[in-house]
């Protein structure tokens, strides 16, 4: 990965770079920490949406679930508000 970078000009930063492991023989190799200097993670958020390595999207699900309570809690006060 780092190679081809190169080639085209690119650096990789190493402290915002995250790798992920999806190796379902091997059950992801949660033992594994850290690949070219690079973190291995078994999840991460991108573009608003929680990418995981095990199989499903129930982790997302819940994620969203809990985005929308705590949202809605937030304009309860204000549609409880009479002063507006």
Request: with cysteine; hydrophobic share 35%; glycine share 4%.
């Amino acid at each position: 990965m780092e190679r081809v970078s190169i080639e085209f000009g690119l650096k990789i930063n190493h402290n915002k770079t995250k790798m992920m492991i999806v190796d379902r023989a091997n059950n992801n190799s949660p033992e594994v920490t850290q690949i070219a200097n690079c973190e291995v993670v078994q999840s991460y958020i991108y573009l608003g949406a929680l990418i995981s390595n095990n199989r499903g999207c129930v982790e997302e699900v819940k994620r969203h679930i809990a985005i929308a309570r705590t949202t809605m809690d937030r304009l309860k006060k204000i549609w409880k508000n009479k002063s507006y």
